[in-house]
């Protein structure tokens, strides 16, 4: 199969269609992969049948294929979508009061390796490409019938993997949602999410067009976070913090700082002072996460009341919110996915097959 139309960029399509072609086919293909999502290049009926015909021979529109897709109570959808080359990534839609949230997967697993997520246990397989970030999206808008650019609609690299050690793609993907005569989504409704590699947050800071940043921060101490997160052996918290510090927000712009509660570890009202000492001198917000258990994780959730008390703390500082659990009846709130489908992902974690709105059982 061809290289994916979905991923490039005007110049690579016109490119592909060599100097024979007019500049504005180039132009209509782009219009139809992005704006009008077309799912094959059958669907592109402005531009010549022969044309279409020699454009099958070397390119595909790549598309993800849909391996299985699980339903939550909750009306959260979670898709297992089958790459190219056979490797499997997952995509979360959560629907909430007429808006969408689009949780997408920048790698194939994770090498971040924290310890309160199913997904570390995965370990890396690989870098996803452009196409394929940008796919997850096109996919979830064609199943959902939604319209990036009128519905109200937000795109979050909350999957799988850490987004700033993918981070040429994950720019590149960006300029293509962001991009008004493609897909069209604000960069004010895109958010990128790290576990704090500092380097690459300065590079991202250069970057013209890029979502907005939000740090995972998880630990009040260096030493708990050290434990919690092993990436600050190599990327320290307080570097962490004067990178967040020289991060040159736009003038609509506000860091986030997500911070997973897990009960007796990281959740007291000294943690939570801590925090709001470290991050004094941040224009942020905070978005408090309690544990979202899966098998394999050792940590335990903290009672509401826990979750309560650390917020109230924060709350005198800056803005400090509770993100409400989606989808944990199918593995898909944030911290669980691993892939799994009932075959050997869900076999290795003591997990019965899951079905379509059926919640998966806890090995006992």
């Not at 992969?33 to 595909?60: F, K, W």
């Not at 576990?195 to 800071?205: D, K, N």
């Amino acid at each position: 199969m061809g290289p994916s139309l979905i991923g490039m960029e005007l110049a690579d399509i016109a490119a592909v269609l060599g100097p024979d072609e007019p500049a504005y086919r180039a132009r209509q293909i782009y219009e139809a992969v992005y704006r009008r999502r077309v799912p094959s290049l059958a669907g592109i009926t402005n531009i010549p049948r022969d044309l279409r015909r020699r454009l099958a021979e070397t390119a595909s529109v790549g598309l993800p294929e849909l391996q299985q897709r699980y339903d939550s109570a909750d009306g959260t959808i979670r898709y297992l979508l089958r790459l190219q080359d056979g490797l499997m990534v997952e995509t979360v839609v959560m629907p909430e009061d007429g808006r969408y949230t689009i949780c997408i997967s920048t790698q194939v697993g994770c090498a971040v390796d924290c310890k309160f997520c199913l997904t570390a246990l995965m370990g890396l397989e690989r870098n996803l490409t452009t196409g394929e970030i940008v796919g997850q999206v096109l996919f979830a808008a064609l199943d959902q019938r939604l319209d990036p650019e009128s519905a109200k609609l937000n795109i979050v690299t909350m999957g799988q993997g850490e987004p700033l050690l993918n981070l040429p793609n994950v720019l590149k993907a960006t300029r293509l949602l962001a991009d008004p005569a493609g897909v069209g989504v604000s960069q004010r409704r895109m958010t990128l999410s790290t576990s704090g590699i500092v380097p690459r947050i300065e590079e991202l800071g250069r970057a013209p067009t890029r979502p907005k940043l939000a740090v995972s921060l998880n630990a009040s101490t260096e030493e708990q976070r050290r434990q919690l997160m092993p990436v600050t052996r190599k990327y320290r918290l307080s570097d962490l913090l004067e990178a967040c510090r020289a991060y040159p927000l736009r003038p609509w712009e506000k860091l986030t700082f997500e911070y997973v509660l897990l009960r007796g570890v990281n959740d007291s009202d000294a943690d939570a002072r801590r925090v709001a000492r470290l991050l004094a001198r941040l224009n942020c917000k905070v978005n408090l996460i309690a544990l979202n258990p899966g098998p394999g994780i050792l940590f335990e959730t903290p009672e509401p009341e826990r979750v309560h008390a650390f917020q109230q703390v924060l709350r005198r500082s800056f803005p400090c919110f509770v993100r409400k659990p989606r989808g944990l009846d199918i593995y898909a709130a944030c911290g669980q996915l691993k892939r799994m489908s009932g075959g050997s992902d869900a076999g290795a974690a003591g997990l019965v097959p899951l079905e379509a709105g059926v919640a998966p059982r806890h090995p006992a």
